[in-house]
Protein backbone atom coordinates (compact mmCIF):
# COMPACT_ATOMS: atom_id res chain seq x y z
CA UNK A 1 0.00 0.00 0.00
CA UNK A 2 1.29 3.52 -0.57
CA UNK A 3 1.15 6.74 1.07
CA UNK A 4 -0.76 9.77 -0.36
CA UNK A 5 2.92 11.42 -1.34
CA UNK A 6 4.08 8.01 -2.71
CA UNK A 7 0.82 7.50 -5.02
CA UNK A 8 1.13 11.79 -6.27
CA UNK A 9 4.80 10.65 -7.37
CA UNK A 10 3.82 7.14 -8.91
CA UNK A 11 1.19 9.27 -11.68
CA UNK A 12 3.87 12.46 -11.77
CA UNK A 13 6.61 10.21 -13.05
CA UNK A 14 4.42 8.39 -14.79
CA UNK A 15 3.22 12.01 -16.59
CA UNK A 16 7.34 12.44 -17.15
CA UNK A 17 7.34 8.98 -18.89
CA UNK A 18 9.19 7.19 -16.05
CA UNK A 19 8.84 3.35 -16.92
CA UNK A 20 7.05 1.10 -14.33
CA UNK A 21 10.34 -0.24 -13.75
CA UNK A 22 11.71 3.25 -13.25
CA UNK A 23 9.37 3.78 -10.67
CA UNK A 24 9.63 0.81 -8.74
CA UNK A 25 13.39 0.95 -8.57
CA UNK A 26 12.78 5.33 -7.63
CA UNK A 27 10.38 4.36 -4.44
CA UNK A 28 11.53 0.89 -3.79
CA UNK A 29 8.22 -0.70 -4.31
CA UNK A 30 7.14 -3.81 -6.10
CA UNK A 31 6.21 -3.64 -9.32
CA UNK A 32 2.71 -5.14 -9.24
CA UNK A 33 2.10 -2.33 -6.64
CA UNK A 34 2.47 0.61 -8.68
CA UNK A 35 0.60 -1.00 -11.47
CA UNK A 36 -2.05 -1.12 -9.25
CA UNK A 37 -1.77 2.52 -8.54
CA UNK A 38 -1.74 3.71 -12.07
CA UNK A 39 -4.56 1.46 -13.24
CA UNK A 40 -6.49 3.46 -10.65
CA UNK A 41 -6.02 2.07 -6.87
CA UNK A 42 -6.32 4.70 -4.62
CA UNK A 43 -4.26 5.09 -1.83
CA UNK A 44 -5.67 4.32 2.01
CA UNK A 45 -8.29 2.37 0.23
CA UNK A 46 -9.59 -0.77 0.59
CA UNK A 47 -11.07 -2.70 -2.17
CA UNK A 48 -14.39 -3.77 -1.64
CA UNK A 49 -15.03 -7.84 -0.84
CA UNK A 50 -16.16 -9.72 -3.59
CA UNK A 51 -16.75 -12.74 -1.54
CA UNK A 52 -20.46 -12.57 0.29
CA UNK A 53 -19.48 -12.77 4.38
CA UNK A 54 -20.42 -16.53 4.88
CA UNK A 55 -22.37 -15.59 8.58
CA UNK A 56 -24.67 -13.19 6.51
CA UNK A 57 -27.09 -16.37 5.53
CA UNK A 58 -27.18 -17.63 9.20
CA UNK A 59 -27.54 -14.02 11.06
CA UNK A 60 -31.27 -14.01 10.97
CA UNK A 61 -31.14 -17.33 12.17
CA UNK A 62 -28.96 -16.30 14.83
CA UNK A 63 -30.88 -13.55 15.37
CA UNK A 64 -34.84 -15.14 16.10
CA UNK A 65 -33.10 -18.05 17.96
CA UNK A 66 -31.86 -15.72 20.67
CA UNK A 67 -34.85 -12.92 20.46
CA UNK A 68 -36.79 -16.32 21.21
CA UNK A 69 -34.51 -17.89 24.06
CA UNK A 70 -31.80 -15.40 25.55
CA UNK A 71 -30.02 -17.35 27.59
CA UNK A 72 -29.21 -19.74 24.46
CA UNK A 73 -26.03 -21.14 24.98
CA UNK A 74 -23.39 -19.63 21.99
CA UNK A 75 -22.37 -23.29 21.72
CA UNK A 76 -25.78 -24.94 20.84
CA UNK A 77 -26.58 -22.42 18.76
CA UNK A 78 -23.50 -23.07 17.33
CA UNK A 79 -24.14 -26.77 16.75
CA UNK A 80 -27.47 -25.75 15.43
CA UNK A 81 -25.55 -23.52 12.81
CA UNK A 82 -23.38 -27.05 12.07
CA UNK A 83 -26.36 -28.56 11.52
CA UNK A 84 -27.46 -26.46 8.67
CA UNK A 85 -24.36 -25.89 6.77
CA UNK A 86 -22.39 -23.16 8.35
CA UNK A 87 -18.98 -24.10 7.76
CA UNK A 88 -17.22 -21.10 10.39
CA UNK A 89 -15.39 -21.51 13.49
CA UNK A 90 -16.97 -21.25 16.64
CA UNK A 91 -14.78 -17.77 17.72
CA UNK A 92 -15.99 -16.32 14.11
CA UNK A 93 -19.48 -16.99 14.93
CA UNK A 94 -19.05 -15.52 18.41
CA UNK A 95 -17.25 -12.30 16.90
CA UNK A 96 -20.17 -11.90 13.98
CA UNK A 97 -23.21 -12.11 16.67
CA UNK A 98 -20.94 -9.61 18.85
CA UNK A 99 -20.26 -7.53 15.88
CA UNK A 100 -23.90 -7.55 14.49
CA UNK A 101 -25.42 -6.84 18.03
CA UNK A 102 -26.68 -10.16 18.78
CA UNK A 103 -25.39 -11.53 21.39
CA UNK A 104 -27.60 -10.48 24.24
CA UNK A 105 -25.57 -8.57 26.83
CA UNK A 106 -24.73 -10.25 30.34
Do not use: N
Not at 59 to 79: E, G, I, K
Amino acid sequence: MLTREDEIDVHALRRQGWTICAITRHLGRDRKTIRAYLSGRQAGLRAPRSVLDPFEVFAPYCAQRLDDDPHLWARTLFDELIDLGYGGSYPTMTRQLRVRGAAPVV
